[in-house]
């Protein structure tokens, strides 16, 4: 086992220009350093790549990196040159006489990072291990682990080679990392892999900077123009189902005067390389692609995700809608749903021969059904979906924005049951709209219309009747059986409407409204000038370096670049994503750019904004106030076993208000923290206190795991000033 050379804090600053570490990043290193394997859940865009990067720079010989595709080998070792990092990768595109000279830089121990496919490391090529058996291998790292589960949304055969793995290296500790995986698929990676003595690291999968909404897909086209139209300049992907689907789409919006193109793997390999290389330098603003494109794409600003098809299960929507926002700025994600996409995705759902992954993959595709049918928080039910607890409101999702009023819909519920009811509960969503809309279809029955409930609802057109049978199943009115077609059944609830007269109230069908332009969060104004300015710049040394636009600078650092105008050279590795070589090879023209904005715009510099605040020591005289009335009488209510939310309740006043009362007392000495906060908290909020002080609660929560809350920090802050007192 290798020993660390270098302290990762160091390499994180000096190297990648990054002032700390995010998530659990630092333990997951520490542990790898330590010679020990680990699986890795983290969500796209949370930082899965420094979590090898950062070791293989600490530890003295080289990290082998499994990657599934070579336009990831090849963005991830660019990426990792600028940051003058000795990285290669090694894969088919190569002549004979690049391999020999990065095989030459292996034995003279020259390379920190090699990229290649697995089957190039254990398939036929078995002299490949013998030759790495020779040299000085640190780490391996297995980036989308995913892929050699079947049950996996994206299982490759080719990584099932990598069982093998810890028969040929058994003292060098291996790294399995994944954005996307459930319990299910969590477990088989495990297995596969042979890990025994691991441990196992998980994020949460929520990306709070990306909205999610949820659109019918009539006039799906007229809806996505109009809102590309308001994204004229941003970045963007629009998924579709088939190749000829998204042929066709870029078709029309290339005719409609949009930059954009279309990805498919029946492309040309050499036309598919060339689009890729487009997009990710901006020269094409928006991909139409099949789910063939996208995988390792690291193009941090991306801005929307768009579904013109409904995905076959959660797991590739989420990783799809993870290409959006990778820079931590604000992103949207569109899916435009329509229950014959279900239908559609049935056959190809099924495996011949496997029942029982057929049984699972339909079970999936019935989840993603329902992520698009609920009334309630979409981000809570995908983070429910990977195991993770979420508040019911988001703020950021199509049912939180527009919370609908319920109507009385008790007429309209009983014309739905009675038709379910006389249809002998065998029959599914669409049957049933077309017998109250009293449809000619081919398909509907003689016998059924001579039904009295036959063209009740011709009043209302089928999206609407649609509607609300979904409805009374969110509400449970009625249900569907557990088949592979589900027929509509009655429930205990729809009883009482049908003979109790009960009242039933719905919500009216809503057309979701999407904000014209997200709104970027920054803590301070920033210049919006000089950010386009920012951008051409990075483009054009881009283009002359031939890279992507953001391995030179993300967008995340340019808007650091506006935000606080550094002045001086000295002042630049207070900017996020400065590190010390992309300083010296790229600093000067974003500097001088910086200058020259703020002389004419006459502004001075704000980098002192940047600066961690000095944090203030806590008054003396407040552990000598009284407590007023209105604090006494939470402080009761605590003391008789209410809970917080239920003080705040029954008080009528804000959780806010009752959790400031409560830290009073806890500064008065009548309170202990113990009563208020568990022990595991506790040490969770002062490891995180540790690292990022206190002068932020928000900077503390966005670092802390989703279960912690704004009140609990506060208390334990003012328990623990409570001690330097």
Known sequence: MSTATANPQLILQSVFGYASFRHNQQAIIEHILNGKDAIVLMPTGGGKSLCYQVPALCLPGVTIVVSPLIALMKDQVDALKVNGIAAAFLNSTQSQSEQVYIMQQLRNNQLKLLYLAPERLLGNEIQFIHFLKEIQVSLFAIDEAHCI???????????????????????????????????LTRNDIIDKLQFTQYRLFENSFNRPNIAYYIKPKKNFYTDLRKYLDQHKTDSGIIYCLSRNGTEELAKELIDDGFNAAAYHAGLDKSIREERQEQFLRDDINIMVATIAFGMGIN????????????????????QETGRAGR??????????????????????????????????????????????????CRRKYLLNYFGEEAPDFCGSCDTCLNKPDLKEATIIAQKILSTVARLNQAFGIRYVADILRGSNNEKIRNEHKQLTVYGIGKDL????????????LHFGYLQTSDAEYPVLQLTAKSHGVLYQKEKVFLTAPVQVVIAKEPVI??????????????????????????????????????????????ITKSDLPKISGFGAFKI??????????VQDYCIQQAIPTRIHLKEPKKESKPKTPHINRKPTETMRTTYNLFRQGNAVKDIAAIRGLSLQTIETHLCAYITFGELDINDLVSQKKQLEIKQAIAQYGTSSLRLLKENLPLYHDYGEIKMVITALEKQTL
């Open 299 to 318: 193009k941090s600003n991306v801005r929307f995700v768009v579904h013109a098809d409904l995905p076959k299960n959660i797991e590739g929507y989420y």
């Open 461 to 472: 057109p089928k999206e609407e009747w649609l509607h609300y049978i979904k409805e009374l």
């Open 327 to 376: 820079d931590g700025l604000n992103s949207e994600a569109i899916l435009y749903y329509s229950a014959g996409d279900v239908l559609k995705l049935k056959s190809f759902a099924k495996v011949e021969g496997n029942e029982n992954q057929s049984k699972i993959m339909l079970q999936k595709l019935d989840k993603m059904s329902r992520l698009c049918e609920i009334k309630t």
């Open 584 to 593: 010296e090879k790229y600093g000067m023209p974003f500097l001088n750019m």
């Open 149 to 183: 589960s079947q049950w996996g949304h994206d299982f490759r055969p080719e990584y099932l080679v990598l069982g093998e793995l810890k028969k040929h290296f058994t003292n060098i500790p291996t790294l399995a990392l994944t954005a996307t995986a459930d319990e």
């Open 521 to 566: 969060y920054q803590q301070h104004p920033y210049e919006q000038l000089l950010f386009e300015a920012l951008k051409k710049l990075r483009n054009s040394i881009a283009h002359e370096e031939n890279v992507p636009a953001y391995i030179i600078f993300s967008d995340s650092s340019l808007l650091d670049l506006a935000t606080y105008l550094p």
